[in-house]
């Protein structure tokens, strides 16, 4: 069982500075979310935050306050009873009108997917309890105690104890969180106290309890809506606040004689996002704010932590930057200087001010940095080139750095969760959509990689894996990564599942999956199109696909499935795209300039209406996401461009693939109510077409839109995940059997 940790600090950075975007665990792929976080789901008690009023100064953007005593009011605030705006009631009668019938026609149509959904998810459960129940969570070594994470559990072991004996010191059941999984496990330097963040599927918002430790753990503390969290020192606490998607507020607590809370620090800039980061050897604190292209760092001693934080270099537009700290010295990793790509950098800690940098590394183009973990005398990079794993080991005794390679059919890293930063071995896991997490150690001594012991169940060895490139419109080289049984024959003739995303500098997931083994012994194609926008060769990949670039993305997945086609893998009538979230641009988009190049589509919370969310200020990710998309409102061009390419914007009368969307009614990141329109939009125009084509073998594609109660754009539970991936496959089965069965009548004569 995996504890689900909060990404907070370097490596959400290195997503492209994702801590907000339309964008979660589970996409890019079929899956929800990993299958192993079996929860009993129950009414949810996560407390809910009580209502509070902080007036503040106008001060500049980033600013540390005064210490001063802040307190929550406990009440609620009554809505003003004026008279309703006419256009706002007609707009909820209207979006409440067409959820009703969304329900209805998914009522009407999803009895013809329950048994092939049945059976897919019995082989989905099976191969789950094949692949993981030799699975150990992630630990928390503190000296000889050890801390460990299990079906709603966290215990505590010896690290010499061979027997198994452990400690309970929480449990969500106990203390009215069943319906909560733990997110985040924070402990105190002195192991007095341990911080645990739960999280419910049906809410963005996490819930900090800290717990007294001891031979009876009691709860300390319960803080609502808490984003990140880290110990100072053993009874002083740093923790950022969640409101409406944002993290704006630092707060400071203790747990001393004289317990309280003070306002550490606010962004004024609705652009930014705030986390809180703690570096390996616990020497600061940093506050971190970061918008899509621009940092802002402010250091907190861990010696002094009542002293105001200290501010490393004021943001510059255009720089991002990220703080450890090694021996007085300051590592900044920054896309500061001429190249765009991230280099390692370093500075006194007195002197941190950028003119101070000194260059210790640069990558090279078209490099990703997945992430970076500082050792005592060594730093490690894991990186991607070209769709290929390797470690760049820097060593700061020697200053030499050493380049290792990983195994070819590697995919994704999966990193501790908490390493040790005094250890001489560093630890990680490979995987890939169809192999299980392998673990693999590089010891700073012997200078190599070690392969961990063998696995119970052998890797699978009948899954080939190609990587192809391919040239989109202007001419730029596109990564393609393709799956598919060694024993099957005739490859055009199998079906196909692409997958896309390409926005926000982050990478398509590509870490073991279940349905995605199971689709390969069934003789299914994958494909993975690392298209511009995305993050998988470096920043400047990411740059090519935003804003006013975004079209290079459809050009560029155009060119991947035409590549696929021609080279033999599969063909267009068995041919479907897969996409979630933000992702859902560039899907929908294809649909509506290239329908012929595929047969059917499945979408997870897809972001298919751009330039009306991007028009809706009031919305909470839409100021920081012009970043991202451009501000319509500001600029005209923008407004055209957006609308040139938007899903529901270019919908007109034509032959439609199939479509199968799942929507969450509890989505916070993507409106439901632009869900629904282009559901309605995409449905009307595909019967337009199909009237006005009348004639023998005319096909209507089938638009479905499955909306959940349960569940939001970040977590679902571990059934509904295993209900949403069966009727995704039982779908496509579906279409690609129409296909079949469309043909035999074709050639019948029927």
């Given at each position: 069982m995996k504890v689900r940790m909060s990404c907070v600090g370097l490596r959400n950075l290195l997503q492209g500075l994702s801590f907000s975007v339309r964008y979660y665990s589970k996409h890019n792929h079929l899956q929800t979310i990993c299958l192993y976080s079996k929860i009993q789901q129950k009414k949810c008690h996560i407390l809910d935050c009580s209502g509070s009023t902080c007036t503040h100064k106008t001060v500049p953007p980033g600013s540390i306050l005064p210490w001063r005593l802040f307190s929550c009011k406990e009440g609620t605030k009554i809505p003003s009873k004026r008279k309703q705006n006419t256009s706002i009631i007609t707009s909820e009668l209207l979006y409440k009108n067409l959820l009703k019938s969304e329900q209805e026609n998914w009522n009407d149509v999803s009895a013809s997917y329950k048994a092939m959904t049945e059976r897919i998810k019995k082989k989905l459960e099976e191969l789950h309890n094949k692949y993981t129940f030799n699975s150990v969570s992630p630990r928390i070594r503190f000296g000889e105690n050890v801390y460990f994470e299990e079906n709603g559990c966290i215990f505590l072991s010896k690290a010499d104890d061979d027997e198994g004996n452990v400690d309970i010191l929480f449990s969500t059941k106990d203390l009215g969180f069943s319906d909560a999984f733990i997110q985040r496990i924070r402990i105190s330097p002195d192991q007095r106290y341990m911080a645990i963040s739960l999280k419910s599927e049906n809410s963005e918002e996490a819930t900090c309890v800290i717990m007294k430790l001891g031979h009876s753990p009691v709860v300390e503390k319960v803080i609502p809506s808490v984003f990140s969290f880290e110990w100072a020192t053993n009874d002083v606490l740093y923790y950022t606040s969640q409101k409406n998607l944002k993290c704006q507020n630092v707060f400071m607590t203790t747990f001393t004689d004289q317990k309280h809370t003070k306002l550490v620090y606010t962004e004024q800039d609705a652009r930014f996002f705030v986390d809180i980061y703690c570096t390996k050897d616990r020497r600061f604190l940093t506050i971190n704010s970061n918008s899509k292209t621009t940092s802002e760092v402010w250091l907190i001693d861990c010696r002094h932590p009542f002293k105001l934080p200290a501010l490393v270099q004021a943001r510059t537009k255009g720089v991002i930057y990220h703080i450890e700290h090694r021996n007085d010295e300051l590592y900044i990793l920054t896309t500061y200087g001429e190249s765009a790509e991230y280099k390692l950098m370093k500075a006194p800690v007195a002197s941190s001010g950028m003119e101070y940098w000194q260059l210790v590394y640069a990558l090279e183009k078209k490099t990703k940095l997945?992430?970076?973990?500082?050792?005592?005398?060594?730093?490690?990079?894991?990186?991607?080139?070209?769709?290929?794993?390797?470690?760049?080991?820097?060593?700061?005794?020697?200053?030499?750095?050493?380049?290792?390679?990983?195994?070819?059919?590697?995919?994704?890293?999966?990193?501790?969760?908490?390493?040790?930063?005094?250890?001489?071995?560093c630890y990680f896991q490979l995987t890939s959509p169809v192999h299980p997490p392998k673990c693999f150690a590089y010891s700073f001594k012997e200078n190599n990689l070690i392969e961990q012991a063998v696995q119970e169940v052998p890797i699978i060895m009948n899954c080939h894996t190609t990587r192809l490139l391919a040239k989109s419109k202007d001419e730029t080289l596109v990564p393609i990564t393709v799956f598919h049984n060694m024993n099957s024959k005739e490859l055009h003739r199998k079906p196909l599942l692409v997958h896309v995303y390409g926005a926000y500098g982050i990478d398509l997931n590509m870490s073991f999956k279940e349905e995605k083994l199971m689709l390969i012994e069934e003789g299914w194609i994958l494909a993975y199109c690392h298209v511009r926008g995305g993050g998988e060769l470096g920043l400047s990949w990411h740059k090519d696909g935003c804003q006013h670039n975004k079209l290079k993305g459809l050009h560029d997945l155009k060119a991947c499935i035409m590549l696929l086609h021609q080279l033999g893998f599969s063909q267009p009538k068995y041919t479907a795209l897969a996409a979630a979230s933000a992702g859902g641009v560039l899907a929908g988009a294809l649909c509506n300039t290239d329908p012929e190049l595929i047969r059917a589509m499945v979408l997870q919370a897809p972001f298919v209406d751009v330039l009306n969310t991007m028009m809706k200020t009031h919305l909470p990710l839409t100021i920081e996401e012009q970043e991202e998309w451009g501000n319509p409102l500001a600029d005209e061009k923008y407004m055209k461009y957006i609308k040139s390419y938007c899903p529901y914007q270019n919908i007109k009368p034509q032959c439609y693939p199939s479509v199968f969307i799942t929507a969450y009614e509890n989505d916070q990141r993507i409106p439901l109510t632009g869900v629904l329109q282009y559901v309605q939009k995409l449905r009307k125009a595909a019967l337009d077409h199909a009237s006005r084509t009348r004639k023998k073998g005319n096909w209507i594609p089938s638009i479905i839109l499955d909306i959940q109660a349960n569940g939001s754009h970040c977590d679902s539970s571990w059934e509904d995940s295993l209900n949403e991936v069966a009727r995704h496959i039982a779908f496509l089965n579906k279409e690609f059997e129409e296909v079949c069965h469309l043909q035999h009548h074709m050639k019948s004569g029927k």
């Open positions: 997945v992430d970076l973990e500082m050792f005592t005398d060594h730093c490690v990079m894991f990186l991607k080139n070209a769709g290929h794993l390797y470690l760049n080991v820097i060593s700061f005794v020697s200053h030499l750095v050493q380049s290792i390679e990983l195994p070819t059919w590697a995919c994704e890293f999966e990193l501790e969760s908490h390493p040790e930063h005094t250890t001489s071995t």
